[in-house]
């Protein structure tokens, strides 16, 4: 089977295309939202600029490495053979260098926010590398992947505050459940490149019907756990209305991927909206609070 080849853009368009510009909405507005919180609202623009300088580039340095370490993969898949390194339109070498550099980048800004950032800033670097290669020696890559997206809340906390709150394991269990959850809707729509390729994930080992089945559960728990987190934080009602819209939302799109569990494309697009909800659910609570009636305040 020959894929469609793919024309030479502006080296602008070529970036955009190879770091998948597009994506960075499924996990900013999080991150975001973070950000809000460790802050107790607005940040200083000294930190916002160095959290987010530090979220783009690990986001960078990741996805250039999975680009260099699936290039003869991605060579093979009709779906991902027109991009920048499977099709020779860059080298190996220019994925590396960009990947070495903006794990720099990252380093830098765990520096001058505070010394356990710099610190852990390694350890952050070494799980969004490491993703890479789980796919070839394990299902529970999708689990892997959600880690990944878990360390979101703890790493800005950690880079706001320069500790890590106990109620903050809430929040970074949630996006485990949740990121774990994006990322096996993802694999569902790999599901044949992956089985042909030889290469591992949740779909290929349970199969699409029972993969399907856990993204509910792990929708679920994702919530809960999200929820118990605004609760030890006192959140205000404007958060916890956010939540359900997302259950709500996650609910519907769960329903039609267990009806059809490979047509992904409807629920990876929905978690674009699911994350921006979240982060208005955050402003709204922290901006415009309206009360629980003290309740639910310092209940954990």
């Keep these: 089977m020959t894929g469609r080849a793919v024309s030479p853009a502006p080296p602008a368009k070529e970036l955009g295309r190879f770091l ?41 340095a990741g996805h250039s490495f999975n680009r260099w370490a699936d290039r003869t993969l991605d060579a093979r898949n009709p779906r991902t053979r027109g991009r920048l390194l499977a099709s020779g339109r860059a080298s190996p070498g220019f994925a590396l ?22 610190v852990l800033a390694p350890v ?39 500790t890590l709150p106990v109620p903050v394991l809430f929040a970074v269990g949630g996006l485990l459940a949740w990121g774990t959850a994006f990322e096996t809707v993802h694999s569902l729509g790999d599901l044949a490149s992956d089985r042909e390729l030889g290469l591992f994930s949740v779909p290929v080992r349970l199969g699409p019907e029972r993969s399907a089945r856990l993204v509910p559960v792990l929708h679920g728990l ?19 209305v956010a939540l359900l819209a997302i259950a709500g939302i996650a609910a ?42 003290g309740w639910a305040h310092g209940i954990l």
């Design 252 to 293: 519907v799109t769960d329903a039609a991927l267990l009806r059809e569990p490979t047509r992904t494309r409807v629920p990876f697009e929905r978690h674009f909206a699911l994350g921006a909800i979240y982060l208005v659910g955050v402003v709204l609570a922290l901006f415009f609070p309206i009360g629980l009636g």
């Design 20 to 60: 998948e510009i597009q994506n960075l909405g499924l996990n900013l507005p999080f991150a975001l939202a973070f950000l809000l919180l460790a802050a107790h609202g607005l940040p200083d623009l000294r930190t916002f600029a160095l959290v987010v300088i530090a979220f783009v580039a690990a986001r960078n």
């Design 97 to 118: 260098g960009f990947c070495a550099a903006n794990a720099v980048v990252l380093v830098a800004c765990a520096f001058f926010l505070n010394p356990l950032a710099f």
């Design 124 to 162: 952050a670097i070494a799980l969004i590398l490491g993703y890479s290669y789980t796919k070839r020696v394990t299902t529970f890559t999708t689990a892997f992947l959600g880690l990944v997206e878990a360390i979101t809340p703890a790493a800005i906390y950690i880079a706001v505050e320069g």
């Design 222 to 240: 994702a919530l809960a756990l999200l929820a118990l987190f605004g609760l030890a934080i006192g959140l205000t009602v404007a958060y916890f």
